[in-house]
């Protein structure tokens, strides 16, 4: 398995969480398919349960990899290589996917890549064929994740910012966990933030005049669950509308601000976002706006690849298949960001 293959046809798999996912990518640039299985029995619980989800992996992750081969019309036989997330993520979830692709990696007798989670969402737009002009930001905001990075090109990046405490996405889970709204909460909190008056309520922006590029959540949370008190469903629908829009505000204008000072800050030509909150209407219009007023893009991955998905671990697999970045079966899985690689910048402050 030491042989450099070019990036043909490569399969994509990805556990990083709670969805069990896998993905063709053929010639480094096109998903031939994607299949993400969502795994419902966390809705009940409001939040992932790491336990559950490595259960769920299991079930689920062979009929997965089976369905994107066949939307794909090929056959183990025909991929060139695999792919799959090595981290950060649950490391139970993570222990499935390696696992599974190491043992389909040996018994196809094909080349096995490991992928940064985190690296993977920064690119997923290349799937739409967008081009990302260095240096850029790339902002990776999910439910798990919070990070600022700055990429002078692939593989070469420096982390200059994250979250304190909660993700922004996982700051969304809990607050419609608060509202009863379900989870995850993300995508109903946006719908009902449209309909609502982002001034109604007072609600902090932690962080902004730090003067870094870090941020937290864990007071806005707070404030929101001082807001709601004794309230419990049905809402009041101005209120809820209301409370939601002045939450997203915040929420939003946070990044935001840390997101173009830094782009400022380092002379970036571009700010790249992904994971699942790149989704979120407001986030995009209001990083939009800031864009244009730095006279640079700001760039979004399709809808679809937002959330967590295998096309964007088979894509960026593709391409460190090309440069010989290959992994054997003594490869592990990683639970934390800092073990991938990424560190923090000595103070520097341009690219």
Not at 23 to 46: K, P, T
Request: hydrophobic fraction near 50%.
């Amino acid at each position: 398995m030491s042989d450099v293959r070019q990036a043909g046809l490569v399969l994509g798999i990805e556990t990083s969480c709670d969805d069990t996912a896998a993905a063709v990518i053929q010639d480094g640039r096109a998903a031939l398919s994607s299949i993400i299985a969502s795994q419902v029995v966390h809705h009940e619980f409001g939040g992932v349960v790491p336990e559950l989800a490595s259960r769920a992996h299991l079930d689920l992750l062979g009929p997965t990899v089976d369905r994107a081969l066949a939307e794909a019309r090929v056959t183990l036989e025909d991929i060139d290589a695999i792919a799959v997330t090595r981290g950060p993520g649950l490391l139970g979830s993570l222990v499935v996917g390696v696992a599974y692709a190491k043992a389909l990696a040996i018994a196809a007798q094909r080349p096995l890549v490991g992928v940064n989670h985190i690296e993977a969402h920064i690119w997923a737009a290349a799937l739409d064929g967008a081009e990302m002009p260095a240096p850029f930001v790339g902002c990776a905001l999910s439910g798990g994740h919070t990070e600022f990075i700055v990429a002078k090109g692939f593989g070469e990046y420096a982390l200059w910012g994250a979250t304190r405490d909660d993700a922004a996405g996982e700051a969304y889970d809990k607050v419609a966990k608060l509202l009863g709204l379900g989870f995850p909460g993300g995508s109903v909190i946006d719908r009902l933030a449209a309909d609502g008056d982002p001034r109604a309520f007072d609600l902090p922006r932690a962080m902004v005049e730090s003067g870094d590029y870090d941020v937290s959540f864990s007071g806005l949370k707070t404030a929101m669950r001082q807001k709601i008190g004794a309230r419990t469903p049905p809402h009041d629908p101005v209120w809820l509308a209301n409370l939601c829009a002045s939450f997203q505000a915040a929420v939003v204008d946070t990044l935001v601000a840390k997101i173009a000072r830094l782009a400022a800050d380092t002379r970036a030509r571009a700010v790249v976002v992904g994971g699942g909150v790149a989704s979120n209407r407001g986030l995009r219009a209001g990083l939009t706006s800031a864009c244009e007023r730095l006279g640079i893009p700001a760039i979004f991955p399709s809808p679809k690849w937002c959330t967590d998905n295998a096309a964007m671990i088979g894509i960026v697999g593709s391409w460190m298949l090309s440069r010989g970045q290959l992994a054997g079966s003594d490869l592990e899985p990683v639970a934390n960001l800092e073990e991938m690689g990424f560190a923090l910048p000595a103070l520097e402050r341009a690219v």
